[in-house]
T-cell receptor
Framework: DTAVSQTPKYLVTQMGNDKSIKCEQN?????MYWYKQDSKKFLKIMFS???????INETVPNRFSPKSPDKAHLNLHINSLELGDSAVYFC???????????????FGQGTRLTVV | RKEVEQDPGPFNVPEGATVAFNCTYS??????FFWYRQDCRKEPKLLMS???SGNEDGRFTAQLNRASQYISLLIRDSKLSDSATYLC??????????????FGPGTRLSVLP
């Protein structure tokens, strides 16, 4: 029943490894996002997809590659993990109504990534 | 200058107090405005949308001043369960297509017994 679900919830891995985080939403939304929340708790957008098309790609290292096989899924693959990648990663979705405002974003429970 | 700025906090208030949070944003083309709440080690959740006319939901009142690019949240009769981080969120339209939810740094509230 979870609207936005992401897995895994916790991920501990060594530097240099490659890992993926999966996200799925069952809300029928057009737009999905990945956010990173660092140790200072600041939530910053990384990527946004609308109907499988990349809309926002903030200044994120190339080691981060999002993949959207369909509009209900947005996965995040991270290559060559670094210590600085340790953070909580949140997936979110919203209904894109174009110029119409007031569409909220729903968030997954987050994936706490620790790189050791 | 950050796109969205908030009171640095934390705010420590006794139960029953009234507390006000302030937020300013820099992008005048912003379309939608929200207050989100984030509990410790949880995901952000919508508290309320913010409309130009001001809106109220129980003990919570939100105000928007587009001219000043200022948003506020007032919590009356605060409860222990109100303890959380309050996030101001603004959505600038991206080339008339899609939206981006820009978060402020958050203000932490602790309501004390």
């Amino acid at each position: 029943d979870t609207a936005v679900s992401q897995t895994p919830k916790y991920l501990v891995t060594q530097m240099g490894n490659d890992k993926s985080i999966k996200c799925e939403q069952n809300l029928g939304h057009d737009t999905m996002y990945w956010y990173k929340q660092d140790s200072k708790k600041f939530l910053k957008i990384m990527f946004s997809y609308n109907n499988k098309e990349l809309i926002i790609n903030e200044t994120v290292p190339n080691r981060f590659s999002p993949k959207s096989p369909d509009k209900a899924h947005l996965n995040l693959h991270i290559n060559s993990l670094e210590l600085g990648d340790s953070a909580v990663y949140f997936c979110a979705s919203s209904q894109d109504l174009g110029w119409v405002s007031d569409t909220e974003a729903f968030f997954g429970q987050g994936t706490r990534l620790t790189v050791v | 200058r950050k796109e969205v700025e908030q009171d640095p906090g934390p705010f420590n208030v006794p139960e029953g107090a009234t507390v006000a949070f302030n937020c300013t944003y820099s992008n005048s083309a912003s379309q939608s405005f929200f207050w989100y709440r984030q509990d410790c080690r949880k995901e952000p959740k919508l508290l309320m949308s913010v409309y130009s006319s001001g809106n109220e939901d129980g003990r919570f009142t939100a105000q928007l001043n587009r001219a000043s690019q200022y948003i506020s949240l007032l919590i009356r009769d605060s409860k222990l369960s109100d303890s959380a981080t309050y996030l101001c969120v603004v959505t600038p339209l991206i080339d008339n297509y899609g939206q981006n939810f820009v978060f402020g740094p958050g203000t932490r509230l602790s309501v004390l017994p």
